[in-house]
């Protein structure tokens, strides 16, 4: 195939004779209108949509005495007869003429331009596929920010005063076309995922993702996505939160879009908090895609309602696990009261000591709980018994995984009653 050489320029305050007034004459002068090109139109027939973008229509059979001094001509006819004369003409006439869909007889092609101006990207196909040029179009619209137009001209004045700052433009592009998203990925299962997340994951350049990821959700990841894996390794402890913010910021400074993918929902004991505070104070564009949180469905997934008639008619949810790998026993007193479910997350490290301080207050060992492990994976497990034996239950659970008291496990006792699923206890 021989190989299409082309010049792009821009032509300033040209202006341009569109023949032709049929749908195809109409996309034409729709493209010139929207970028205010100077234009007249031909044609013995006219669409009424051209007659309110274009000032200038003469109702008439074209002729090439119409051309006069005219430069650059469209012919949107699809008229054979249109075409010949138009480049016989051309043959003793400066001319630059464009013939609708007839690459090989044009002397210029339409780009698909984005519509960021005074920025634009225009990309061409040279001819051979205007919907693969705009495909890649719309993917540069996307990319680019919205706020272009005020940094161009904050560019521009500064020009004027002859400031040119080459690094520190460069280091706001950066920063306004990078971009950071701390992404909810719910409780393990991919069907779980908002659309807004799965998309996210789909698209970013990079992902930082710990052992509370499942497999099922990082397989989505595509193979040319970098993987940067944050959480415990052998032998060593999981990764510094001032660590893991430092490297989403190096990412970004490379002008890379990263995610940090967190289990469940990035707000709720995640530290998402903390990522999204670090972010913005190094003026990083950050998005939140919120996700589905175990505190309420982890108990969901076991058939275990966090309220119910006759069982709950409130719920608190509290972490055991505190920064610096403190313990959180303050929620304790609260299991006096069956009627309001307790639900507790990254305490299965810690249900001796839950235990513990739950007999020194007196409460009944036979408080009902629960333990849901890998909730809505493949390898859920469920164990449903009473405060006497929460340690019991604990040795053979595995992370992550949430517990629940109150007698909201005790539907469980009901529901099998209608449902052969069992569950150890």
């Keep these: 195939?021989?190989?299409?050489?082309?010049?792009?320029?821009?032509?300033?305050?040209?202006?341009?004779?569109?023949?032709?007034?049929?749908?195809?004459?109409?996309?034409?002068?729709?493209?010139?209108?929207?970028?205010?090109?100077?234009?007249?139109?031909?044609?013995?027939?006219v669409h009424p949509k051209i007659k309110i973008l274009c000032a200038e229509i003469q109702i008439k059979k074209f002729k090439t005495k119409d051309i006069q001094n005219e430069l650059i001509v469209i012919d949107a006819t699809g008229n054979e007869k249109v075409t010949k004369k138009l480049l016989k003409y051309k043959q003793k006439h400066p001319l630059l003429l464009n013939v609708v869909d007839q690459p090989k007889v044009c002397d210029f092609y339409f780009m698909a331009l984005t519509k960021n101006a005074p920025l634009q990207i225009a990309v061409s196909s040279s001819g051979a596929s205007p919907t693969v040029a705009k495909y890649f179009r719309d993917k540069c619209q996307a990319f680019?920010?919205?706020?272009?137009?005020?940094?161009?001209?904050?560019?521009?004045?500064?020009?004027?005063?002859?400031?040119?700052?080459?690094?520190?433009?460069?280091?706001?592009?950066?920063?306004?076309?990078?971009?950071?998203?701390?992404?909810?990925?719910?409780?393990?299962d991919p069907e779980l995922l908002t659309i807004k997340a799965y998309n996210i994951i789909k698209e970013v350049d990079v992902v930082l993702y710990d052992h509370l990821?499942?497999?099922?959700?990082?397989?989505?990841?595509?193979?040319?996505?970098?993987?940067?894996?944050?959480?415990?390794?052998?032998?060593?402890?999981?990764?510094?939160?001032?660590?893991?913010?430092?490297?989403?910021?190096?990412?970004?400074?490379?002008?890379?879009?990263?995610?940090?993918?967190?289990?469940?929902?990035?707000?709720?004991?995640?530290?998402?908090?903390?990522?999204?505070?670090?972010?913005?104070?190094?003026?990083?564009?950050?998005?939140?895609?919120?996700?589905?949180?175990?505190?309420?469905?982890?108990?969901?997934?076991?058939?275990?309602?966090?309220?119910?008639?006759?069982?709950?008619?409130?719920?608190?949810?509290?972490?055991?696990?505190?920064?610096?790998?403190?313990?959180?026993?303050?929620?304790i007193p609260m299991l006096k009261n069956r009627d309001h479910t307790v639900i507790v997350l990254m305490g299965l490290t810690r249900i001796k000591e839950i235990v513990q301080q739950a007999k020194s207050l007196n409460i009944e060992i036979d408080t009902p709980c629960a333990i849901v492990s890998n909730a809505s994976r493949k390898d859920q497990f469920v164990q449903v018994g009473t405060l006497a034996n929460l340690n019991i239950l604990s040795l053979t659970s595995k992370r992550p995984a949430i517990i629940v008291f109150g007698n909201v496990v005790n539907f469980l006792n009901e529901l099998e009653k209608y449902d052969t699923k069992k569950f150890k206890s």
């Design 213 to 331: 990821i499942s497999d099922e959700i990082m397989n989505i990841v595509p193979e040319h996505t970098k993987k940067v894996f944050v959480g415990k390794e052998k032998g060593f402890h999981t990764k510094p939160q001032e660590e893991i913010n430092k490297l989403i910021r190096k990412y970004i400074k490379k002008g890379y879009s990263v995610a940090r993918l967190k289990s469940g929902d990035p707000f709720i004991f995640g530290r998402g908090a903390e990522e999204l505070l670090y972010l913005s104070q190094k003026g990083i564009n950050t998005e939140v895609i919120p996700g589905i949180s175990s505190a309420v469905s982890g108990p969901l997934m076991g058939n275990i309602p966090v309220t119910a008639r006759d069982y709950s008619n409130a719920f608190t949810v509290v972490t055991a696990h505190l920064k610096g790998n403190s313990i959180n026993l303050d929620w």
């Design 144 to 188: 680019m920010p919205e706020d272009m137009e005020t940094f161009l001209e904050s560019l521009q004045a500064q020009r004027n005063k002859g400031i040119i700052e080459i690094d520190k433009t460069l280091e706001k592009i950066e920063q306004m076309t990078a971009k950071a998203y701390l992404v909810g990925c719910g409780l393990g």
């Design 1 to 45: 195939m021989k190989e299409r050489r082309t010049l792009p320029i821009l032509l300033k305050e040209q202006h341009i004779l569109l023949i032709g007034g049929g749908n195809v004459a109409l996309q034409k002068a729709e493209v010139l209108a929207e970028n205010h090109i100077s234009f007249s139109v031909i044609s013995k027939e």
